[in-house]
């Protein structure tokens, strides 16, 4: 029995608009636009900073702005030490990003502006986020390793920070500007399936905590950011450039998911893979290892003769990090360093003009039946 006529369905949301941003476009033509600027035009000139204030407030900072930006997350980098104590308790293989996901969620209680979801204090607090979920990537990351974390170097960049909070070594700028263009092309993607889980938390009115420990759990899957960590191990399981045709085609006579290939939205191409294919070349001829890139390519163009797909941002994404010295569990937080900034800017949106998101589902279980009485 149905009360209702059949609706409207669209299996995974796939082409659904689920709500207006003003942050960010997604051109499925291979664009990618935040707040009206296009991304490649200043994702290798601007600092990340830069462009998280622009995702948070809307417009380009202007120099004293960005300095006061700047100073306000190097401000608020340090965690409270019963949050550095959690961290020591994990076991000591936890992976990453369920550090960071409790971090998060541990974090909320110690900020005053817990509960006001007005503009300000979202900004406030986004802007702790930014500073914190970085230093629970990289203390964590010590803890885990044995080590202490290193004490707070106020003067550096969020790009430079991260290496340096890791392993004690300041970063050749060339490092740092390379990562602040890493960190700019991931900072946001509209209604990707992170920040449309804190979008869907957000629009309870739960905190910005409570969104970006939503946001931090979904990331972590492999169909989404999880996909530059799965890249490595298939890229290290093919090892040479010679090998990765008959890899790929044995994947997928297994009718196995690739790694780093497909996009819900880009079919022509993901937009930010050209800027990583070039980061990885540089890098391959500063390390030597070459190698990655001639993997990926010929991935690549079997991958487009076979299936007509193309390769997403976490293809390239992969080598990096690895060429950069990062451990590959390390890939994922190093996106979620990024996109706290798109996620912190569409909570803001997201209480600003907030309506409950709730889509209905279609029901495909038994038609209604009798109960027959408790079992005897
Ligand atoms: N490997 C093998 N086949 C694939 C892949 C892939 N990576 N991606 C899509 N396909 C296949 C699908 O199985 C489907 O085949 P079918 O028609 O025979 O069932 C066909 O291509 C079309 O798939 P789509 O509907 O376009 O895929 P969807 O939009 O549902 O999924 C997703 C997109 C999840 C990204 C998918 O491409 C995938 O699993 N990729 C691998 C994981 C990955 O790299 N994720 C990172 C995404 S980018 C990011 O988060 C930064």
């Not at 003003?22 to 600092?47: F, Q, S």
């Not at 990289?138 to 003067?155: C, H, V």
């Not at 079997?302 to 990062?326: H, I, Q, S, T």
């Not at 360093?337 to 912190?344: D, I, L, N, Q, Y």
């Amino acid at each position: 029995m149905t009360t209702e006529a059949k609706p409207q369905y669209s299996p995974g949301l796939a082409g659904v608009i689920a709500g207006e941003t003003a942050i960010c476009w997604v051109d499925p033509n291979a664009g990618l636009m935040y707040r009206g600027y296009d991304i490649h035009e200043m994702g290798d000139k601007a600092t990340f900073e830069e462009v998280a204030y622009l995702l948070l407030n809307g417009e380009l900072p202007n120099g004293k702005q960005l300095n006061d930006f700047k100073q306000q997350i190097a401000a608020e980098r340090a965690l409270p030490k019963e949050v550095e104590q959690m961290m020591q308790l994990l076991p000591k293989d936890t992976h990453p990003m369920d550090v960071l996901r409790t971090g998060v969620s541990m974090l909320a209680p110690f900020d005053k502006d817990l509960n006001d979801h007005s503009h300000d204090a979202n900004v406030r607090k986004a802007i702790r986020l930014i500073a914190k979920v970085m230093t629970l990537i990289t203390d964590g990351f010590r803890i885990s390793q044995g080590q202490k974390p290193l004490p707070e170097k106020p003067e550096l960049s969020q790009a430079a920070n991260f290496f340096y909070k890791l392993d004690g070594k300041v970063p050749e700028d060339w490092k740092t500007r390379m990562m602040d263009t890493i960190f700019n092309l991931y900072a946001d993607h509209e209604f990707n399936a992170s920040t449309f889980a804190a979008r869907v938390t957000a629009s309870t009115l739960a905190d910005i905590y409570a969104a970006v420990t939503s946001a931090c759990g979904t990331l972590k899957g492999p169909l989404h950011g999880g996909a530059n960590e799965e890249s490595m191990k298939m890229l290290e399981d093919i090892g040479t450039p010679d090998r990765a045709e008959a890899w790929l085609k044995k994947q997928l006579a297994a009718k196995a998911k690739i790694m780093g290939f497909g996009h819900r939205v880009y079919k022509e191409g993901d937009s930010r893979v050209p800027v990583m294919r070039e980061i990885a070349r540089d890098l391959g001829k500063r390390t030597g290892k070459e190698n990655w890139v001639a993997i990926c390519e010929k991935l690549e163009e079997v991958m487009d003769r076979e299936k007509g797909l193309c390769a997403n941002v976490d293809l390239y994404a992969a080598p990096v990090f690895w060429m950069m010295g990062f451990k590959p569990e390390l890939n994922t937080p190093l996106f979620a360093a990024s996109r706290v900034a798109g996620w912190c800017s569409h909570v803001v949106e997201q209480h600003d003009h907030n309506r409950l998101i709730r889509p209905r589902s279609l029901y495909v279980g038994p038609q209604l039946r009798k109960y027959p009485g408790p079992p005897k």
